[in-house]
């Protein structure tokens, strides 16, 4: 009796390359952008130590559409060291590189698949011939747009033992925010009932915290489950309570297009992040600088903080929250923003209402860059979460 052999896949997604990583920065302080990357090369590192048979990465690898050549080699170089063990990688952009990557050429190697357009290439790994399906992310109306897209992949020509569908899209069922907000009918959201029997699995970007979709929204089977690992670093406030990472997945080969065996979230070092009130309202400048290091030496060293003002500070006291003297205040492993509720001036110069100020920021309440989605840990714990799918 011949025993079967399974198939492993790595699965990253989200690295989101070029987050706080400015080319020429003005002021020393800690960029959050090394932390995205170095998470981004431990994940790809794995694939190395670890022997997969292929890595695939689901989009959103830069953070926005316009990095510099030096950032594309950067994000690229881990990838093809990954090829040069021998371990196929595909990579379909996400809505962040707006459906393509800069410096492609930088990009170019024979192991490494990224899928400009919509299409299907097969591999040979352990004697098992894999093809994978890749969409570039459909950035308007991906509901109604998806089955052509799928059909202009070519993936039922293929004569192959495991098929997988790779792209960057939100599926019905999908869940993120602090109160599990729901995917469900918006005309960027994909219909699981879309994607035909036939595929092993759904390898996805784009949702930030890490699930697996395996059922609809009435509770029935998918045809195919669907794989988020999630982002590798926090990448907004709304993301602090996340446990981030990657996964590695199991496959059995089959005449159908074959089924995922086993799954595993391994967890990725994640920056933390907090948010903490500060009393602002009526102190004098003393009193207020005595109040801010004491929030900073609440929490760990290399935290991410946010502090939430109470109040706008009275005259003679903004001086305490401007930028150099919040770099002098918290340790260079801290990144600080302040949010200061009605702000207008800012020294006595008006400003705009949200304040980008090197240590941190200083930002006018109800109006934070940060994303308004936001994504949990499905585990709820910091231990790998593990799934078995037959």
């Excluded at 709304?238 to 005449?255: H, I, N, Q, Y």
């Amino acid at each position: 009796m011949v025993e079967t052999r399974h198939i492993r896949a790595l699965l990253l997604a989200d690295s989101h390359l070029g987050f706080d990583h400015p080319v020429r920065p003005k002021v020393r302080r800690r960029r959050r952008g090394h932390d995205f990357l170095a998470n981004h090369r431990r994940a790809l590192q794995t694939a190395i130590d670890e022997g997969v048979d292929l890595v695939v990465h689901g989009g959103d690898l830069f953070h926005k559409p316009s990095v510099p050549a030096s950032l594309v080699h950067q994000a690229f170089e881990p990838l093809k060291r990954v090829a040069d063990a021998g371990i196929p990688v595909f990579l379909v952009p996400g809505n962040h590189e707006r459906s393509r990557i800069p410096f492609d050429w930088l990009a170019s190697h024979p192991g490494v698949h990224v899928f400009k357009d919509a299409g299907t290439v097969s591999v040979k790994v352990a004697g098992t011939t894999v093809a994978v399906s890749g969409i570039p992310c459909i950035r308007r109306d991906a509901r109604t747009r998806f089955p052509d897209a799928l059909a202009r992949t070519g993936w039922a020509a293929e004569e192959t033992d495991l098929r997988l569908l790779v792209l960057h899209q939100a599926f019905e069922g999908a869940t993120v925010g602090p109160s599990d907000f729901t995917f469900r009918r918006g005309h960027d959201v994909v219909k699981l009932s879309d994607v035909p029997d036939g595929f092993a699995a759904v390898l996805a970007g784009h949702i930030h915290r890490s699930q697996v979709l395996e059922t609809d929204l009435r509770g029935r089977p998918c045809p195919v489950p669907v794989f988020y690992p999630g982002s590798v670093e926090r990448t907004a406030f709304a993301e602090r309570d996340e446990v981030k990472g990657f996964m590695t997945l199991e496959m059995t080969p089959c005449s159908a297009g074959g089924s995922v065996r086993r799954w595993t979230f391994r967890d990725l070092h994640a920056r933390p992040m907090e948010i903490r009130p500060l009393r602002v309202r009526g102190l004098d400048p003393d009193a207020l600088e005595r109040g801010l290091r004491a929030a900073v030496a609440s929490v760990p060293p290399d935290t991410v903080l946010r502090l939430e003002a109470d109040g706008p500070p009275v005259p003679g006291a903004q001086q305490v929250l401007a930028a150099e003297r919040l770099r002098r205040i918290a340790p260079e492993s801290m990144n600080v923003d302040v949010v200061v509720p009605g702000l207008r001036q800012w020294n006595g110069r008006p400003r705009a209402a949200t304040q980008s100020k090197d240590a941190g920021r200083l930002t006018h309440a109800g109006r934070s860059t940060d994303a308004r989605t936001s994504r949990r840990s499905p585990s709820g714990s910091d231990g790998p979460v593990q799934g078995s799918l037959f």
